[in-house]
C-alpha cells in the first residue's frame, strides 16, 4: 500500500526513515558517487542530470517502436510480442506511436530534451549527466543532444574501467565454447513444431540483447544543480528511475532545481515546430515553453507529482507525511484532492526540541559571525523538554534541515 491512513502514522514515519536513511549504498559506490560530483563540479559550470528512461521493456510496454528505425523498432516489437504472449501486457501489437507520443505516453527524445534546455537558457557549456544503466539505441541517439551542449557525459567519461570494476570484482570471462547445439528432435516432434507454426514465410526473430552488468543494475545518483527527467509518470504502476529520484531530491532538498514536465503539453509544442525542429525557434514559442517549465517547478508541479505518481509508490512523493513545519515558519496554502489526503502543504508541527536544537543553532552561528573566540559563555534556559528516542531521526524534513553537532570529549558528570 502506498498511501497510509493517518491512523497509520507512525508506520509511516518508520517507512520514511527506513526508505531515507537506513537504506544506503555500499561504501565504495558511495565513494565512487563522491567521486564522480567532485570531477563533475571540477568545471565550474552547473550540473544537469538527465535520465532519458530510453529502456527496451518501457518501449515496448507503451508501445513507442517508431520512434526508432531499423532494427531498434524490430527489437522493440519483438519484445512487445513476447510481454503479450506472456499476459504482462494486454494490447495490439500494432499501435501507432505517434498517438501515443501526442498523449504522452512515450518518453522525450534526447534531442527535444535538448531544445528544451536551449528554450530555458542554458548555456552550451552546460554540463549534462546522463543518468541509468543504458540508453536504448546507444550513443547514436545522444548524438543531437551533445550537438547541442558539448559535456554531455555519463558514467563511463566520468570514471575509468577499472574503477567501475573495482565495484563488483572483475568480469566473468566467457566459456572457450559458449555454442551449444540443440538436442536432435525426432521426425514426430519435427512435425508436430511445424504444425503448430504460423504462416510463412516468416521473418527471423531480431538477435539477442547484449548483457546487462551488475554495476549497471546499481543505479547512480547525482547531487545535480538540476534534473529533468525523460520519462516519469509513465502509467503503468510500476515506480520508475525518475520518480524515485524526484522524490530523493524532494526529501533531501525541497528547493532544488526539479522539473516536472508534462508530457503532453510539450509534445503540442513541437507539434507546433516540428518540421523545422532544429532551426531557430520564434519568441513566443521559447515564452510558452519557459512558461510551462517554470511551473513544474513551482506548486503546480508538486501537485501534479503528488496526483499521478504517489499513488503508485510514495517514494516519488514523500511530502508531507515525511516532514515537519517549524512553527516560525509560514503556512502555505493547503491542497487536499478528491480523496481527502493533502496534495500540498498539510505537514505537522515539528517537535519542540526540534525548535530549541534551531535556535541553539543559530546562536552558534551569529557568534562566528562575530567573530568570537569560542571563550564567550553562554548560558541557555532548560526549557525541561526532554529528547524522545523516537525523534532522534524524525527532524530532518525538506524544510528544516538542522545540524546538531556533538562534543566527543563532553562529560556528562562535568
Keep these: 500500500?502506498?498511501?497510509?491512513?493517518?491512523?497509520?502514522?507512525?508506520?509511516?514515519?518508520?517507512?520514511?526513515?527506513?526508505?531515507?536513511?537506513?537504506?544506503?549504498?555500499?561504501?565504495?559506490?558511495?565513494?565512487?558517487?563522491?567521486?564522480?560530483?567532485?570531477?563533475?563540479?571540477?568545471?565550474?559550470?552547473?550540473?544537469?542530470?538527465?535520465?532519458?528512461?530510453?529502456?527496451?521493456?518501457?518501449?515496448?510496454?507503451?508501445?513507442?517502436?517508431?520512434?526508432?528505425?531499423?532494427?531498434?523498432?524490430?527489437?522493440?516489437?519483438?519484445?512487445?510480442?513476447?510481454?503479450?504472449?506472456?499476459?504482462?501486457?494486454?494490447g495490439e501489437l500494432r499501435v501507432d506511436s505517434q498517438i501515443?507520443?501526442?498523449?504522452?505516453?512515450?518518453?522525450?527524445?534526447?534531442?527535444?530534451?535538448?531544445?528544451?534546455?536551449?528554450?530555458?537558457?542554458?548555456?552550451?557549456?552546460?554540463?549534462?549527466?546522463?543518468?541509468?544503466?543504458e540508453t536504448f539505441g546507444g550513443q547514436r541517439v545522444l548524438i543531437p543532444l551533445r550537438a547541442m551542449f558539448s559535456n554531455t557525459v555519463d558514467r563511463t567519461r566520468v570514471c575509468t574501467k577499472q574503477e567501475l570494476s573495482d565495484l563488483v570484482g572483475p568480469e566473468t570471462p566467457l566459456p572457450l565454447n559458449p555454442f551449444q547445439p540443440p538436442p536432435t528432435k525426432s521426425e514426430e516432434q519435427l512435425k508436430e513444431k511445424w504444425n503448430m507454426a504460423g504462416p510463412r514465410p516468416r521473418p527471423l526473430p531480431p538477435p539477442p540483447d547484449r548483457p546487462t552488468y551488475r554495476h549497471e543494475k546499481e543505479g547512480w545518483y547525482v547531487e545535480a544543480d538540476a534534473f529533468f527527467p525523460g520519462f516519469h509518470n509513465d502509467g503503468s504502476g510500476w515506480p520508475d528511475f525518475s520518480s524515485l529520484v524526484m522524490g530523493q531530491r524532494l526529501y533531501e532538498s525541497a528547493s532544488s532545481k526539479t522539473y516536472r514536465p508534462d508530457r503532453r503539453v510539450l509534445e503540442e509544442f513541437f507539434n507546433i515546430t516540428r518540421d523545422n525542429m532544429y532551426y531557430h525557434h520564434n519568441y513566443s514559442w521559447k515564452l510558452s515553453v519557459r512558461e510551462h517549465l517554470n511551473k513544474?517547478?513551482?506548486?503546480?508541479?508538486?501537485?501534479?507529482?503528488?496526483?499521478?505518481?504517489?499513488?503508485?509508490?510514495?517514494?516519488?512523493?514523500?511530502?508531507?507525511?515525511?516532514?515537519?513545519?517549524?512553527?516560525?515558519?509560514?503556512?502555505?496554502k493547503q491542497v487536499k484532492g478528491n480523496d481527502g489526503?493533502?496534495?500540498?502543504?498539510?505537514?505537522?508541527?515539528?517537535?519542540?526540541?526540534?525548535?530549541?536544537?534551531?535556535?541553539?543553532?543559530?546562536?552558534?552561528?551569529?557568534?562566528?559571525?562575530?567573530?568570537?573566540?569560542?571563550?564567550?559563555?553562554?548560558?541557555?534556559?532548560?526549557?525541561?523538554?526532554?529528547?524522545?528516542?523516537?525523534?532522534?531521526?524524525?527532524?530532518?524534513?525538506?524544510?528544516?534541515?538542522?545540524?546538531?553537532?556533538?562534543?566527543?570529549?563532553?562529560?556528562?558528570?562535568?
Design 1 to 90: 500500500m502506498s498511501i497510509l491512513p493517518p491512523s497509520m502514522f507512525e508506520f509511516q514515519r518508520l517507512r520514511c526513515r527506513v526508505a531515507f536513511h537506513a537504506l544506503k549504498f555500499r561504501r565504495e559506490i558511495q565513494m565512487v558517487g563522491q567521486l564522480m560530483v567532485q570531477r563533475l563540479r571540477a568545471s565550474g559550470q552547473p550540473i544537469l542530470a538527465f535520465h532519458p528512461g530510453l529502456v527496451r521493456n518501457i518501449l515496448a510496454y507503451h508501445g513507442c517502436a517508431e520512434l526508432f528505425q531499423d532494427v531498434h523498432a524490430e527489437l522493440i516489437q519483438y519484445r512487445r510480442a513476447q510481454m503479450i504472449k506472456q499476459g504482462i501486457l494486454n
Design 296 to 332: 513544474s517547478l513551482s506548486e503546480d508541479g508538486l501537485i501534479r507529482q503528488s496526483l499521478l505518481s504517489k499513488p503508485a509508490t510514495f517514494l516519488s512523493h514523500p511530502l508531507p507525511e515525511c516532514s515537519c513545519r517549524i512553527p516560525s515558519a509560514e503556512v502555505p
Design 341 to 414: 489526503r493533502f496534495l500540498y502543504g498539510g505537514e505537522d508541527e515539528c517537535p519542540i526540541w526540534m525548535k530549541h536544537s534551531q535556535e541553539e543553532t543559530h546562536l552558534e552561528s551569529a557568534m562566528a559571525g562575530d567573530g568570537s573566540n569560542g571563550n564567550t559563555e553562554l548560558e541557555f534556559e532548560n526549557d525541561g523538554v526532554e529528547e524522545q528516542e523516537s525523534d532522534d531521526n524524525a527532524g530532518k524534513s525538506s524544510l528544516t534541515q538542522l545540524h546538531m553537532d556533538q562534543d566527543d570529549e563532553w562529560d556528562p558528570n562535568d
Design 100 to 133: 501515443l507520443r501526442d498523449n504522452g505516453s512515450c518518453p522525450l527524445m534526447p534531442e527535444e530534451v535538448g531544445l528544451l534546455l536551449q528554450a530555458m537558457g542554458y548555456s552550451n557549456r552546460t554540463v549534462i549527466y546522463v543518468a541509468g544503466s
